[in-house]
């Protein structure tokens, strides 16, 4: 194992004050993009907001074309959005001169789903990992930059790094293309690696080492992630000490702390989507146990969204003349956010019990974090995919 260099404060200013918390890396406002089709606009993303805080994890989950990478792209400024605003530590992309662009074009890198085709199959690995440090000039010298880029690959965990120096990628695994492109972003010293589905198309035992290095990089370099994936069980993994926010249609529907976003999900799409993951994990397995059928597969159209809740149409809990009126806004109760119309009137109705209770002489109300099941507990449990 390599050794790693301690993270520096990098490409941006620090945060103002020293004893106030800090900034977030990465604010999504009220995002959107909508694009013009054939058939009319689509809102893709349709007011997002987000933050990625310095070396923790915000995992996006959810189906197919729910907009995780069109947030993604929007996010390291690869396309402009339609409407809201990208912050990066508290500047806005769009208020950014040409030196503050550079300097977060080099703090955020993106890693794409496919290793092999995001390399340029003509060069070596060598050639590579040190062409954007050759343009930056970040190294002088052939010698400092094969240096360099063995470093790097011991980062990646691609050792001895001789034996991948001068290779090709049709010479290397899926595995090893997609840590030589985890090299290549982390040759800009990142702050915030976008991974949009960076390890799905890996067999299982090469995707958990690939994770266990990305954790690594995530705790020992402070680099924060932005991690899209479809696969539940690969969130609980990897942003276990982060935030999971579940996107539909567009929109974020439930976000909050993974421990309690898997352990007691709130909002009826993500139980969905917990229930539907075969997953002998014993966490994911009870959800599973819990969880009611969807009564449609079937996916709106962004071009015909339905009235009200998005997700009437297939939920299970749709109750008529409440889901399909108005649509349901993002309310924060206890570090969770969640949009839904029942969960929210089933919460009021227990406050309302609460202070029933308080009033009863002798009563005692449950201590701070008391619950009937402390998400922390499912930390120990063993995950296999
Ligand atoms: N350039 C574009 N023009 C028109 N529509 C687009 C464009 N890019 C994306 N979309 C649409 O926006 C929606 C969101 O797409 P996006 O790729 O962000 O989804 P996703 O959540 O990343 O899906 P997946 O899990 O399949 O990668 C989809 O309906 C998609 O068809
Ligand atoms: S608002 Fe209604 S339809 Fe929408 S998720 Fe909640 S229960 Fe289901
Ligand atoms: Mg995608």
Redesign the pocket.
């Known amino acids: 194992m390599s050794e790693v260099p301690t993270r520096r404060p990098a490409h941006g200013p620090e945060p103002e004050g020293a004893s106030r918390p800090p900034a977030p890396l990465l604010k999504l406002s009220g995002l959107e993009?909508v694009?013009?089709?054939k058939k009319g606009p689509?809102a893709?993303?349709g007011g997002v907001d987000l933050e990625v805080k310095p070396g923790k994890v915000l995992c996006?989950v959810?189906?197919?074309?729910?907009?995780?990478?069109?947030?993604?792209?929007a996010a390291a400024g690869i396309?402009r959005p339609t409407g809201g605003s990208v912050e990066f530590r508290g500047r806005a992309l769009d208020a950014m001169n040409a030196a503050e662009r550079a300097r977060f074009r080099r703090a955020v890198q993106y890693i794409h789903?496919d290793p092999y085709a995001a390399l340029n199959p003509t060069r070596t690995v060598y050639s590579t990992l040190t062409a954007g440090l050759k343009r930056h000039g970040l190294v002088k010298g052939k010698a400092e930059a094969r240096a360099k880029a063995a470093e790097l690959l011991r980062l990646v965990d691609l050792t001895p790094p001789e034996s991948y120096l001068d290779a090709y990628p049709h010479q290397l695994s899926g595995g090893q293309r997609q840590r030589v492109n985890v090299a290549r972003s982390l040759a800009m010293d990142p702050e915030l690696l976008i991974c949009?589905?960076s390890t799905s198309m890996l067999d299982v035992s090469i995707r958990v080492s690939l994770l266990n290095t990305l954790g690594r990089l995530r705790d020992e370099l402070d680099v924060g992630f932005l991690f899209?994936t479809?696969d539940l069980a690969v969130a609980k993994y990897f942003a276990w000490d982060g935030e999971i926010a579940v996107?539909y249609l567009?929109k974020v529907v439930e976000h909050g702390p993974t421990p309690e976003v898997i352990g007691n999900p709130q909002h009826p799409y993500t139980k969905a989507l917990i229930g539907a993951v075969c997953e002998p994990d014993p966490d994911l397995a009870r959800a599973n146990r819990s969880a009611e059928q969807l009564r449609s597969a079937e996916i709106p159209?962004?071009h015909d969204l339905p009235a009200g809740c998005a997700f009437h149409p297939r939920c299970p809990a749709f109750e008529p003349g409440l889901c399909d009126g108005a649509e349901p806004s993002l309310q924060v109760a206890s570090r969770r956010r969640v949009s839904c119309h029942v969960v929210d009137r089933d919460r009021e109705r227990a406050e309302d019990r609460t202070v029933t209770f308080e009033a009863v002489p002798g009563s005692r109300r449950p201590a701070s974090g008391e619950t009937a099941e402390d998400p922390q507990t499912l930390r120990g449990a063993a995950w296999s995919a």
Request: charged share 20%; aromatic share 4%; hydrophobic share 30%.
């Open positions: 993009q694009f013009d089709t689509v893709a993303v996006l959810g189906e197919s074309g729910c907009g995780k990478t069109t947030t993604a792209r396309t789903q949009d589905e899209i479809h996107m567009g159209s962004l």
